[in-house]
């Protein structure tokens, strides 16, 4: 009895083996029929946007050139004529700069940053879940994302803030979590070399508060979200017993958001003034 259950233990052993390197070799395949699938459903999905004139719907409105945007920006001044001149925002640096590279075209542009709720969010989204260790987590990530009403009603009404919001949010929130040192995202899981002290701290809240300038240039409303989703990573922090990972988080988060308003000077001063964000 003792050998043929040593046989059929090898055999065991064997068959789930050979699963295990059917399973790796159809691994590739199953991602990219599954990108393929999504990139179909989004290019099904958004044709009409990425092809044809933009209805002149939410913040889809007539704008300069990238030059004339660039020119103002640079000038530290808008003058719109039909009220006081007022600092010139950020946002013309962002748009006039994807115009010129798209050939001095404010209006595709436009188009660009509508449809990186889409495009963005979903990498942002896979990119989350990345240090799970799943290609099947990274997929469904990306696939929950795309399939969020919120997404499509942001396209649908011209809404270039909420697809600002949709694309920077996931990596901001996976900014947040890698500071907070909750696993899986502590730096040690995933192999690089780890910084101490203070330019550990520094190399978390630099990049953060560089991602929530870009964001906030274009959507203010961005800052209001990073605050909550910190809230919620601090939070989470408590409750697993790690009062240094919800103080580190919240450090983080309010030194970058002193970058954030520093990168965007003049025109950040309006927040303080009580100035309308436009």
Not at 127 to 152: C, H, K, N, Y
Not at 154 to 182: K, N
């Amino acid at each position: 009895a003792a050998p043929s259950f040593g046989m059929a233990a090898r055999l065991e052993v064997s068959r789930l083996a050979r699963r295990r390197s059917e399973e790796a070799t159809d691994r590739p395949a199953r991602r990219v029929v599954a990108v393929s699938v999504l990139g179909l459903v989004v290019l099904l999905g958004v044709r009409g946007a990425l092809l044809g004139h933009l209805p002149l719907v939410g913040d889809l409105v007539p704008m300069p050139t990238g030059s004339h945007l660039l020119s103002e920006y640079l000038a530290g001044r808008s003058d719109p004529g039909w009220r006081p001149a007022q600092v010139a925002p950020p946002a013309y640096a962002v748009v006039g700069l994807l115009a010129m590279v798209a050939g001095n075209s404010s209006a595709l542009a436009l188009k660009a940053l509508l449809l990186a709720g889409i495009v963005l969010g979903a990498l942002g989204a896979a990119r989350l879940v990345s240090d799970f260790g799943s290609t099947r987590a990274r997929i469904t990530a990306a696939l929950a994302l795309v399939a969020s009403p919120v997404v499509w009603n942001a396209l649908a009404h011209g809404d270039i803030q909420a697809s600002v919001a949709l694309a920077s949010l996931p990596f901001i929130f996976r900014r947040l979590a890698v500071a907070s040192r909750l696993r899986p995202y502590v730096p040690a899981h995933t192999g690089r070399a780890v910084p101490r002290g203070l330019a550990s701290f520094a190399a978390d809240a630099a990049p953060l508060g560089l991602l929530l300038a870009l964001a906030v240039s274009l959507a203010p409303a961005v800052l209001i979200d990073t605050a909550v989703v910190a809230l919620g990573v601090v939070v989470a922090s408590l409750v697993v017993g790690d009062s240094r990972g919800a103080l580190r988080c919240a450090a983080v988060t309010a030194v970058s958001a002193v970058v954030a308003f520093a990168c965007t000077l003049p025109w950040s001063l309006t927040w303080i003034e009580g100035a309308r964000w436009s």
